[in-house]
T-cell receptor, first 113, second 112 residues
Framework: GDSVTQMEGPVTLSEEAFLTINCTYT??????LFWYVQYPGEGLQLLLK?????DKGSNKGFEATYRKETTSFHLEKGSVQVSDSAVYFC????????????FGKGTKLSVIP | DTGVSQDPRHKITKRGQNVTFRCDPI?????LYWYRQTLGQGPEFLTY????????KSRLLSDRFSAERPKGSFSTLEIQRTEQGDSAMYLC??????????FGQGTRLTVV
């Protein structure tokens, strides 16, 4: 079945550092890929998504590119802020219109001033 | 609309008791999902409704679990004869036909 593997945390960075959280997927068909973020005490929020190969999703300074050749969707941000401290989840579905998301285990990011 | 709301936010129950959770989706969303999240893991899909019809159930959803969405609006998830292994965060999400899923804040269940 489909699966998502993301780097384990926790990750601790200083403010303004560069962030990469690795994510790889296995899927049949043509999945869409997502990054969700969970801030302390809040529900999961969609951060960005990409629906086909070579698409780049971006939001709030975060970016991720759908790489079919490496089955990856790594999350990056050039300069993290304390407010980025959260748990980040990589997820995939089975393609357009699919309702079921498969999530990675999550990576906790702490940004210190 | 304030988004997906879940009630209660926290529930502590004794092993063997029944519990019921409620989810109110975003009003115009016809799709509703339930996920379960245990500590250190990502959410796992449990079940999915299109309007009032339950179209998919994960094998994670044992016979002790039942979900309903009687009028295609709110949904309930009931767990009968709770076990300690049922302790988890139960997440509800809703979406339009083709679009982003919006998640609620979840109900944290602790079985003692």
């Amino acid at each position: 079945g489909d699966s998502v593997t993301q780097m384990e945390g926790p990750v601790t960075l200083s403010e303004e550092a560069f962030l990469t959280i690795n994510c790889t997927y296995t899927a049949t068909g043509y999945p869409s890929l997502f990054w969700y973020v969970q801030y302390p005490g809040e529900g999961l929020q969609l951060l960005l998504k990409a629906t086909k190969a070579d698409d780049k999703g971006s939001n709030k300074g975060f970016e991720a590119t759908y790489r079919k050749e490496t089955t990856s969707f790594h999350l990056e941000k050039g300069s993290v802020q304390v407010s980025d401290s959260a748990v980040y989840f990589c997820a995939s579905n089975s393609g357009a219109g699919s309702y079921q998301l498969t999530f990675g285990k999550g990576t906790k990011l702490s940004v210190i001033p | 609309d304030t988004g997906v709301s879940q009630d209660p936010r926290h529930k502590i129950t004794k092993r063997g008791q029944n519990v019921t959770f409620r989810c109110d989706p975003i009003s115009e969303h016809n799709r509703l999902y339930w996920y379960r999240q245990t500590l250190g893991q990502g959410p796992e899909f449990l079940t999915y409704f299109q309007n009032e019809a339950q179209l998919e159930k994960s094998r994670l959803l044992s016979d002790r679990f039942s979900a309903e969405r009687p009028k295609g609006s709110f949904s309930t998830l009931e767990i009968q004869r709770t076990e300690q292994g049922d302790s988890a965060m139960y997440l509800c999400a809703s979406s339009p036909e083709l679009g982003e899923a919006f998640f609620g804040q979840g109900t944290r269940l602790t079985v003692v």
